[in-house]
C-alpha cells in the first residue's frame, strides 16, 4: 500500500461545475500537508498547503482530516485552465520532514 | 528573474553511458533536491543537500551521484548502474528544509536511454 494515496483519475468535468477529490495517507507521524498542481509534461507548482482548520483561497478549498487520515481539495466554478493533474504532498516529522508524493489525480474541464 | 535553470530539457544516451543533470538557482536557497517522476508514480527523492559541500540520499539513490561545490548549483550523475535511468528528473530548492512543503522547480530534464 502506498504512503499517500489518490484516485488517478481522470475526472471529467464540465466548465462552471465543482468538483472534489481526496487524498489519504497512512502514516500518523504526518506533520504537513500540501496541494501542488503539475501541467502535462510540466514542473510541479504549489497551490496550497492544508492547514488543520483548513483554508480557502479563491475558489479552492482545502480540508484536512486527521481523524481520518485523508486531505480534500474542491474547486468550484471550474475554469477550462484548472485542467491540471493535482498532487496530495505530506511531510512526516520522523523522516527529516522530507516529502512524500502521491501519484497524482487527473482533472480534465470540457467546455 | 529568478528561478532554476536545468538543463538539457531532453538528453538521449546508450546504455552504459554515464550523464550528468545541470540544476542552477539563483533564488538564494540553502536546500536543494533532485526528484525522479515515473508515469503513474508520485515524484520520488534521489538525493538533497540542505549546505554547501553536505548532500543525503534520498529513497532511490542507487545508481546516482550528486555534489553540492557552490550553493548555487547542484548536479546530478545517472550512473550506468543505474537499472532503469529514463525518466523525468527534476530539482528543486527551498529556503530551508522540506518541512515549509514549499519547493520550487526547475522545468525538469526528460532522460531517456536507448
Known amino acids: 500500500r502506498k504512503e499517500v494515496e489518490q484516485d488517478p483519475g481522470p475526472f471529467n468535468v464540465p466548465e462552471g461545475a465543482t468538483v472534489a477529490f481526496n487524498c489519504t495517507y497512512s502514516?500518523?507521524?504526518?506533520?504537513?500537508f500540501f496541494w501542488y498542481r503539475q501541467d502535462c509534461r510540466k514542473e510541479p507548482k504549489l497551490l496550497m498547503s492544508?492547514?488543520?482548520?483548513?483554508n480557502e483561497d479563491g475558489r479552492f478549498t482545502a480540508q484536512l482530516n486527521r481523524a481520518s487520515q485523508y486531505i480534500s481539495l474542491l474547486i468550484r466554478d471550474s475554469k477550462l485552465s484548472d485542467s491540471a493533474t493535482y498532487l496530495c504532498?505530506?511531510?512526516?516529522?520522523?523522516?527529516?520532514?522530507?516529502?512524500?508524493w502521491g501519484a497524482g489525480t487527473k482533472l480534465i474541464i470540457k467546455p | 528573474d529568478g528561478g532554476i535553470t536545468q538543463s538539457p530539457k531532453y538528453l538521449f544516451r546508450k546504455e552504459g553511458q554515464n550523464v550528468t543533470l545541470s540544476c542552477e538557482q539563483n533564488?538564494?536557497?540553502?536546500?536543494m533536491y533532485w526528484y525522479r517522476q515515473d508515469p503513474g508514480q508520485g515524484l520520488r527523492l534521489i538525493y538533497y543537500?540542505?549546505?554547501?559541500?553536505?548532500?543525503q540520499k534520498g529513497d532511490i539513490a542507487e545508481g546516482y551521484s550528486v555534489s553540492r561545490e557552490k550553493k548555487e548549483s547542484f548536479p546530478l550523475t545517472v550512473t550506468s548502474a543505474q537499472k532503469n535511468p529514463t525518466a523525468f528528473y527534476l530539482c528543486?530548492?527551498?529556503?530551508?528544509?522540506?518541512?515549509?512543503?514549499?519547493?520550487?522547480f526547475g522545468e525538469g530534464s526528460r532522460l531517456t536511454v536507448l
Open positions: 543537500s540542505q549546505i554547501v559541500n553536505d548532500f
Open positions: 528543486a530548492s527551498s529556503t530551508a528544509g522540506a518541512n515549509t512543503g514549499e519547493l520550487f
Open positions: 504532498v505530506v511531510n512526516r516529522w520522523d523522516s527529516n520532514y522530507q516529502l512524500i
Open positions: 492544508v492547514y488543520s482548520s483548513g
Open positions: 533564488l538564494n536557497h540553502d536546500a
Open positions: 502514516n500518523s507521524a504526518s506533520q504537513s
